[in-house]
């Protein structure tokens, strides 16, 4: 959780090509092959 809170801090530093094609699809993967997620506000 604290690893997807801080993505919008820093994702102006990371090149968009390596944003969209190599950090997103690991957290896509991470996220689809996680069994139990906890969403909090």
Do not use: G, N, W
């Not at 820093?10 to 997103?24: N, S, T, V, W």
């Amino acid at each position: 959780e604290l690893c997807l809170a801080i993505i919008p801090s820093f994702a102006h530093l990371i090149d968009l090509q390596a944003m969209k094609y190599c950090i997103l699809p690991r957290i896509k993967k991470i996220c689809f092959e996680t069994i139990t997620l906890s969403v909090s506000k």
